[in-house]
């Protein structure tokens, strides 16, 4: 299996006006090329958005996570959107 090392900037948002920056740096396998979009999907919810949040276990969120470097440089820059 292939592998990257990825740094991720996180930014959570509640909708009680609550806004909060993370960081991450983890290691995940490959994803599968973006044509394959099901796929993609799959390993976005399994490798990324475990990663968002802050604890906060009431009201809606939402999240936008960009990767700002990997060891696999075609994934520095992804950005994905999780949430309301």
């Known amino acids: 299996m292939?592998?990257?090392?990825?740094?991720?900037?996180i930014e959570n948002r509640y909708d009680d006006g609550v806004e909060v920056e993370t960081t991450a740096v983890v290691t995940v396998p490959l994803p599968l090329p973006a044509e394959d979009t099901s796929e993609r999907t799959d390993w976005e919810y399994e490798h990324i958005f475990p990663l968002t949040g802050t604890g906060q276990e009431s009201g809606d969120a939402w999240y936008d996570v960009e990767i700002?470097?990997?060891t696999a440089p075609e994934l520095t820059g992804l950005t994905f959107e999780f949430g309301y």
């Open 2 to 9: 292939n592998i990257a090392t990825i740094a991720l900037r």
């Open 68 to 70: 700002t470097h990997s």
